[in-house]
């Protein structure tokens, strides 16, 4: 491997590192949202994995498209990262990328590499 490989591969460790960082604190910020829209109910630990579709669901689906939006926000209003989380691409996948926290987690670090 050369020097300029090497540096390349780092470069993208870190910008992977940092995608890494930025889309689960968007996801835990956005748990923190859903908590206080359903203060009657147990809070959801932001740090687990959280079922969104289906008999699972922690919210229903207008607290789902309340979630994404909010996500979709804070990736562009903290971290300056313009993405259309309900994209078509989105929503014609074959397995939903909305069924939970990781299958959205694995969805947007797929989308911002």
């Known amino acids: 491997m050369t ?7 780092d470069a993208i460790d870190t910008i992977n ?17 859903i908590n206080e829209m359903r203060p009657d109910q147990p809070p959801l630990d932001p740090d687990k994995d ?20 909010a996500v979709e926000g804070l990736l562009n209003s ?11 691409k989105a929503m014609s996948m074959r397995t939903s990328p909305f069924l939970s926290t990781s299958t959205l987690r694995k969805y947007l670090l797929q989308e911002l590499s």
Not at 3 to 9: F, I, M, Q
Not at 21 to 32: D, H, L, N, P, W
Request: charged fraction near 25%.
């Open 50 to 69: 959280h079922v969104f579709l289906g008999d699972q669901a922690v919210v229903d689906s207008m607290g789902l498209v309340t979630y994404l939006n």
């Open 17 to 33: 590192a940092d995608h890494q960082r930025i889309v689960a604190s968007v996801i835990r910020e956005g748990i923190t949202l």
């Open 78 to 88: 903290k971290h300056r990262i313009g993405m259309d989380v309900i994209s078509e």
């Open 3 to 9: 020097l300029e490989d090497k540096l390349t591969k």
